[in-house]
């Protein structure tokens, strides 16, 4: 057990998902509220290589934005977030994987948003509540330009923590060196059987699980 953590982040973003349910078309109203937790830096690109203000959001990527920076921003930010919208404040994030500030988006720039990439992940983001995804929504989901396997995981995993594990460069090692499972998959199939796998192997719950894998790796990389 992982005693330094409360893990109350995970009750917030309960609540942030059912606040974004219903966002689908108030998308600029998305911008605004990460904004007013103290997140910047939404720039989008046309085709002319002009930039101008993002105004397309879908829930993946609003959660990614609040992880883009460093451990006491981001508390920050989400804690900001959820006195606006009058959620429960979170005093930790611990076992949240933070999202790549170059590349926080988990849908491509305007210029080469052609195929309905926000819309179809918003129906993406639907069926990750009901757990509903199949193995073509998956491979869908993965055709988005800059759309990976463990970025894929993440955004599942901050929509439902409780349901979903992040597989990427923190658990993978974990899951392999301390509970011996074969971190590899390429469906949602394989991906699920995996989350199988780690409930037989562990009573922890997927967020104590995500942290104390990233302790194990802070002290493999210390000893290294």
Same mark, same amino acid.
Request: charged share 25%; with cysteine; hydrophobic share 40%.
């Given at each position: 057990?992982?005693?330094? /953590?409360?893990?109350?982040?995970?009750?917030?973003? *309960?609540?942030?998902?059912?606040?974004? =349910?219903?966002?689908?078309?108030?998308?600029?109203?998305?911008?605004? %509220?990460? %904004?007013?937790?103290?997140?910047? $830096?939404?720039?989008?690109?046309?085709?002319?290589?002009?930039?101008?203000?993002?105004?397309?959001?879908?829930?993946?990527?609003?959660?990614? @934005? &609040?992880?883009?920076?460093? %451990?006491? *921003?981001?508390?920050?930010?989400?804690?900001?977030?959820?006195?606006?919208?009058?959620?429960?404040?979170?005093?930790?994030?611990?076992?949240?994987?933070?999202?790549?500030?170059?590349? !926080?988006?988990?849908?491509?720039?305007?210029?080469?948003?052609?195929?309905?990439?926000?819309?179809?992940?918003?129906?993406?983001?639907?069926?990750?509540?009901?757990?509903? &995804?199949?193995? !073509?929504?998956?491979?869908?989901?993965?055709?988005?330009? /800059?759309?990976?396997?463990?970025?894929?995981?993440?955004?599942?995993?901050?929509?439902?923590?409780? @349901? @979903?594990?992040?597989?990427?460069?923190?658990?993978?090692?974990?899951?392999? %060196?301390?509970?011996?499972?074969?971190? =590899?998959? $390429?469906? @949602? /199939?394989?991906?699920?059987? &995996?989350?199988?796998? !780690? *409930?037989?192997?562990?009573?922890?719950?997927?967020?104590?699980? /995500?942290?104390?894998?990233?302790?194990?790796?802070? =002290?493999? $990389?210390?000893?290294?």
């Amino acid at each position: 057990m992982v005693e330094a /953590s409360k893990f109350t982040w995970v009750q917030t973003h *309960k609540e942030i998902v059912q606040y974004l =349910k219903n966002m689908k078309d108030r998308q600029p109203d998305l911008i605004s %509220e990460l %904004e007013k937790a103290g997140v910047d $830096n939404f720039t989008d690109r046309d085709v002319s290589g002009e930039t101008f203000k993002l105004n397309e959001m879908e829930p993946f990527t609003f959660f990614f @934005y &609040i992880y883009k920076y460093g %451990e006491h *921003k981001r508390l920050q930010v989400l804690q900001n977030l959820a006195k606006n919208l009058g959620l429960t404040i979170p005093g930790d994030t611990d076992g949240v994987p933070s999202a790549n500030a170059i590349s !926080v988006r988990i849908f491509p720039q305007k210029d080469i948003r052609t195929h309905d990439e926000v819309n179809r992940l918003w129906v993406l983001f639907h069926k990750t509540i009901t757990h509903s &995804i199949t193995d !073509v929504d998956f491979q869908d989901a993965l055709n988005i330009v /800059s759309v990976g396997k463990a970025k894929l995981t993440e955004a599942f995993f901050m929509v439902d923590p409780e @349901y @979903y594990l992040c597989i990427d460069g923190q658990t993978r090692p974990y899951l392999k %060196e301390v509970l011996r499972i074969d971190p =590899k998959f $390429n469906t @949602y /199939s394989e991906y699920i059987a &995996i989350l199988h796998k !780690v *409930k037989e192997k562990t009573d922890m719950p997927f967020p104590e699980l /995500s942290f104390a894998a990233w302790i194990w790796n802070t =002290k493999q $990389n210390q000893t290294n």
